[in-house]
């Protein structure tokens, strides 16, 4: 295919930019506590070695989320290859602390380089990917074109692009198809981004839908001496949680919290705002609302008299979640788009959440027809939806068999989605 002139400007801008986009990457990270070496992975200097002699699979991802969502998709595919070794990417302190704590067996983590060539051809030959697989809207072109040509196989899973992403590139036909003609496979989320990637000037015969990999992902982390901790400072408490609420839902969370109160005065909320930088402005808010609590990043455990404990950490989530069937998912009473609640199910606990849950909508409707979600809408719906859960036995175990059974398909669709890369991808079991 011809380089389209746009692409040899982008390329002339990048040798421009690289050196002030590097200064400012690296003295970023150094500020967020990283070293000078793994800081100078963003100028493609590994920090670890190549390891193994089969095929090296590269995972590239943005931040958090999209790093986190390939982990159980890594973990099956090693399972099926043995002999190969897995290296993930991405751009953020947080997702690479997060991803070393839930690592999978032959797989290191690397901060991605800079999309420039000094960067990437350092990075590519050390670490020499068999197969590239890029996650969501991860799309650098210099990266995709020089990975190319060094002779991987590549995919795009998990595609995911906001209209105005969808609508620049689409507005540049040639460039768009020079650089999504490297994929051998683009998987969607759904039909609608399908026919957006073809719209895009994707090869349309390598487009197909998959599936969300968020709605996949390996079971939560859980550390046995906080649970032991808080088991024995809660005894037998009743406990819901109330998981990555957002500025505005924590109003709606302690007000039906109220309510619980009433009937079940020894109730415990354990509180876990997405984004613990908001403690403080949310110890306000339980403060006012006359409720009594403590917080973890204290290094405090919930005492006898305290309703509520503010859970604002990082990284344990999972431990939460084991101590509770009944869990509120936040970023779904607000048009904020929802978070996942695959997790939720994986820890053996039913899931309640708002009507606003755009970025896992086909998930939401999967989970809602067989009853393994509830949705509610303000506080009486959040209280009354609650409550049964915590008091109807019955009710409480249709909607954890109804979790369980979500669980196993999932379980069996990632098996599917592994075989299917192995195949495209040209991949192959080394041991065989």
């Not at 995911?160 to 609508?167: E, I, P, Q, T, Y």
């Not at 997790?343 to 606003?356: F, I, K």
């Not at 195949?423 to 065989?432: A, P, T, Y």
């Amino acid at each position: 295919m011809r380089t389209p002139p746009l692409f040899h400007l982008y390329v002339a801008v990048t040798v421009l930019l690289a050196p002030f986009a590097a200064w400012s990457e690296i003295r970023k990270l150094r500020k967020q506590g990283i070293s000078a070496l793994r800081a100078h992975e963003k100028m493609g200097h590994a920090s670890e070695p190549r390891i193994g002699s089969g095929d090296l699979i590269w995972f590239h991802a943005a931040s958090v989320g999209e790093s986190l969502s390939v982990l159980a998709l890594i973990t099956k595919m090693g399972e099926m290859l043995p002999r190969a070794h897995f290296l993930i990417t991405s751009g953020t302190p947080t997702s690479a602390k997060l991803v070393a704590e839930r690592m999978p067996p032959r797989t290191v983590h690397q901060f991605a380089p800079l999309d420039a060539r000094g960067p990437l051809t350092r990075f590519l030959r050390h670490w020499r990917p068999a197969a590239a697989i890029f996650v969501e809207s991860e799309l650098w072109p210099r990266m995709l074109r020089m990975t190319r040509e060094r002779g991987a196989t590549m995919a795009l899973v998990n595609a995911r692009l906001s209209a105005k992403s969808r609508a620049a590139w689409a507005s540049k036909p040639a460039f768009a198809a020079y650089v999504l003609d490297v994929f051998d496979l683009i998987l969607t989320q759904n039909d609608e981004m399908a026919q957006a990637m073809v719209d895009m000037h994707a090869p349309v015969e390598r487009v197909a839908r998959g599936t969300n990999l968020k709605s996949l992902s390996s079971p939560l982390p859980q550390d046995p001496i906080v649970l032991a901790q808080i088991r024995t400072a809660i005894k037998a408490r009743p406990v819901w949680v109330a998981a990555s609420t957002h500025e505005g839902e924590e109003t709606i969370v302690l007000d039906a919290h109220r309510t619980l109160l009433k009937s079940m005065p020894d109730l415990l909320l354990i509180l876990v705002p997405r984004h613990p930088a908001r403690s403080a402005e949310i110890s306000k808010l339980i403060a006012k609302s006359g409720l009594s609590y403590t917080i973890r990043s204290q290094e405090t455990l919930p005492r006898e008299n305290n309703s509520v404990y503010l859970a604002d950490t990082l990284g344990e989530l999972g431990s939460w979640y084991t101590l509770t069937e009944t869990v509120f998912l936040g970023g779904s009473l607000l048009p904020i788009g929802g978070h996942n609640p695959y997790e939720v199910v994986q820890s053996n606990a039913a899931v309640l959440s708002g009507p606003h849950v755009t970025n896992f909508a086909e998930t939401y409707s999967q989970m809602t027809e067989t009853g393994a979600v509830e949705i509610v809408s303000d506080t009486a719906s959040l209280a009354a939806a609650t409550d049964r859960l915590m008091k109807d036995e019955a009710h409480r175990a249709s909607c954890l068999t109804a979790a369980r059974a979500f669980v196993q398909g999932k379980s069996d669709e990632l098996g599917s989605i592994a075989e299917r890369l192995i195949h495209i991808l040209k991949l192959k079991d080394e041991s065989r």
